[in-house]
């Protein structure tokens, strides 16, 4: 997917010298936590039979491996004066267009039957509110990103402001 068509690339991160408006970071609920410590207790059951040790650390060395591929795959959401970066997307700001935000039922839709095929996600199932984002580059075939955030007003109305 193309990031922008700008004769200039934009940065993945905002410049040091960008005015951050809005920033957020998607980290995973605490039921995912959860998961993580249930799927690295199963190093118990695998290793028990050797020793008790060996079962319990199998279970701390699962569960670091999925805590740091937990936080290493966390995307954010960075609002500068002249971008915005979504996940490893970025896009400058004058090529954004209407801003919408989606809660419930019509967040669900909007991630599944409403959804184009050429719209870039940075969708978590563990975050329910959505805002779409209409791209007006013409360059570029992707119609609108499709965030989830857990502050879609916020989020929306620093996408607006000037």
């Keep these: 997917m193309p990031e922008s068509s700008s004769a200039a690339p934009v940065p993945n991160s905002p410049s040091t010298g960008a005015q951050v408006i809005y920033r957020e970071k998607l980290w995973p609920n605490v039921w995912i936590w959860i998961i ?4 690295s ?10 020793s008790a040790a060996a079962g319990f ?13 937990l ?18 997307a970025t896009i400058e700001r004058r090529f954004l267009g209407a801003v ?25 199932g563990w975050i329910d509110p959505v805002v779409k984002i209409e791209i007006t580059d013409p360059a ?17 109305a620093a996408l607006v402001r000037s």
């Design 36 to 39: 993580a410590a249930g799927i």
């Design 41 to 50: 207790g199963a190093g118990i059951l695998v290793f028990a039979p050797i």
């Design 57 to 69: 650390t199998a279970a701390a060395v699962l569960f670091a491996i999925i805590a740091v591929l």
């Design 71 to 88: 936080v290493l795959s966390t995307p954010g959401i960075v609002v500068t004066q002249d971008a915005l970066t979504l996940g490893r």
């Design 100 to 124: 919408e935000q989606f809660r419930g039922e019509e967040a669900t839709a909007e991630r599944g039957t409403r959804l184009n095929g050429l719209a870039y996600l940075c969708i978590r």
């Design 140 to 156: 570029d075939r992707t119609p609108y990103w499709l965030a989830s955030t857990r502050h879609p007003d916020k989020l929306a």
